[in-house]
């Protein structure tokens, strides 16, 4: 499978297609990303490589709590991991690894970041199998579609793009932050089918879904949001760059997020009080409490 498609196929899809096939983006021309009867179908010469869903597909699916593990080293401080699993739980990138062994079952495994999957390769084909659904974007489709086309995890893969679509900008869905950071604005995705906006974190992408999902609350573990490396054990640790993201695109988007999700009586909960992030965007909860609360406090 070619890594890339030209840079011709691009400036085609870019000027021709329009966002229904903006995610084609990542793909080269003998590959065809269809979308029908709520399926996403990826296909080369007829043979079906990989069976999905849309991401919209989950919308409103879901109720109660969703517990959702980021790999912060506040994580370490959760006495039974176990407990996570009493409610719908969402781990992310590594995560997974803090829950020990053997592992167990996941609602969703997400994954956003193209690096980590050519990294973390086994790592990530390993926890896919051990979730329900496997949440991921186009661009890391095409990764593991590249890396693994034989190997590929029993789980049921569920497919996003973000919200930056060529020539194209919903602004009936998509809000600006009130008070912008200094690239200018950050954004919220207020309907799925419109795709996720990044904010610079797995942690927000995550959030997002948990919303549009139908889920109720979220509980965040491990959401320090500093350069303090993971929770687990990583041999090959790569650099951090929080520090600029934080205050020009993470910090506000939560806020973004907070904001408009409490708008339909969704609530997010911090549960780790010595997070960078402040209680006023996100208020705090002791972190094993929070795991014998009920859903709604």
Same mark, same amino acid.
């Given at each position: 499978?070619?890594?890339?498609?030209?840079?011709?196929?691009?400036?085609?899809?870019?000027?021709?297609?329009?966002?229904?096939?903006?995610?084609? &983006?990542?793909?080269?021309?003998?590959?065809?990303?269809?979308?029908?009867?709520?399926?996403?179908?990826?296909?080369?010469?007829?043979?079906?490589?990989?069976?999905?869903?849309?991401?919209?597909?989950?919308?409103?699916?879901?109720?109660?709590?969703?517990?959702?593990?980021?790999?912060?080293?506040?994580? &370490?401080?959760?006495?039974?991991?176990?407990?996570?699993?009493?409610?719908?739980?969402?781990?992310?990138?590594?995560?997974?690894?803090?829950?020990?062994?053997?592992?167990?079952?996941?609602?969703?495994?997400?994954?956003?970041?193209?690096?980590?999957?050519?990294?973390?390769?086994?790592?990530?084909?390993?926890?896919?199998?051990?979730?329900?659904?496997?949440?991921?974007?186009? &661009?890391?489709?095409?990764?593991?579609? &590249?890396?693994?086309?034989?190997?590929?995890?029993?789980?049921?893969?569920?497919?996003?793009?973000?919200?930056?679509?060529?020539?194209?900008?919903?602004?009936?869905?998509?809000?600006?932050?009130?008070?912008?950071?200094?690239? %200018?604005?950050?954004?919220?995705?207020?309907?799925?089918?419109?795709?996720?906006?990044?904010? %610079?974190?797995?942690?927000?992408?995550?959030?997002?879904?948990?919303?549009?999902?139908?889920?109720?609350?979220?509980?965040?573990?491990?959401?320090?949001?500093?350069?303090? %490396?993971?929770?687990?054990?990583?041999?090959?640790?790569?650099?951090?760059?929080?520090?600029?993201?934080?205050?020009?695109?993470?910090?506000?988007?939560?806020?973004?997020?907070?904001?408009?999700?409490?708008?339909? %009586?969704?609530?997010?909960?911090?549960?780790?009080?010595?997070?960078?992030?402040?209680?006023?965007?996100?208020?705090?909860?002791?972190?094993?409490?929070?795991?014998?609360?009920?859903?709604?406090?």
């Amino acid at each position: 499978m070619k890594s890339t498609p030209s840079w011709a196929h691009r400036m085609y899809l870019r000027l021709f297609r329009g966002k229904a096939y903006w995610h084609q &983006r990542f793909y080269p021309p003998d590959i065809q990303v269809v979308q029908s009867s709520g399926r996403v179908w990826f296909e080369r010469q007829g043979t079906v490589l990989l069976e999905a869903y849309p991401v919209e597909y989950l919308q409103g699916k879901f109720k109660g709590r969703c517990n959702i593990l980021l790999a912060g080293p506040s994580a &370490r401080t959760i006495e039974d991991t176990s407990l996570l699993s009493r409610h719908a739980l969402m781990c992310v990138s590594g995560s997974p690894q803090i829950l020990g062994e053997p592992l167990p079952r996941m609602t969703f495994y997400h994954v956003n970041d193209a690096t980590y999957l050519r990294d973390r390769l086994d790592n990530f084909l390993e926890y896919a199998a051990h979730a329900e659904w496997t949440i991921i974007d186009y &661009r890391i489709a095409f990764e593991m579609l &590249r890396l693994a086309p034989d190997c590929l995890p029993d789980t049921k893969f569920v497919v996003f793009d973000n919200w930056a679509y060529p020539l194209y900008l919903p602004l009936g869905a998509i809000q600006r932050v009130a008070a912008p950071p200094r690239n %200018g604005q950050v954004y919220c995705s207020t309907d799925l089918r419109m795709g996720l906006a990044t904010g %610079g974190t797995v942690a927000y992408t995550g959030g997002q879904l948990a919303w549009h999902f139908g889920f109720d609350s979220a509980y965040y573990y491990g959401l320090d949001l500093t350069n303090t %490396g993971h929770a687990y054990n990583d041999p090959n640790p790569r650099r951090q760059a929080l520090d600029k993201a934080y205050t020009d695109v993470i910090e506000p988007a939560f806020e973004l997020l907070a904001r408009e999700s409490s708008k339909t %009586g969704f609530k997010l909960y911090n549960c780790n009080p010595n997070s960078r992030l402040p209680d006023r965007v996100m208020p705090y909860l002791d972190t094993n409490d929070s795991l014998t609360l009920e859903p709604n406090i």
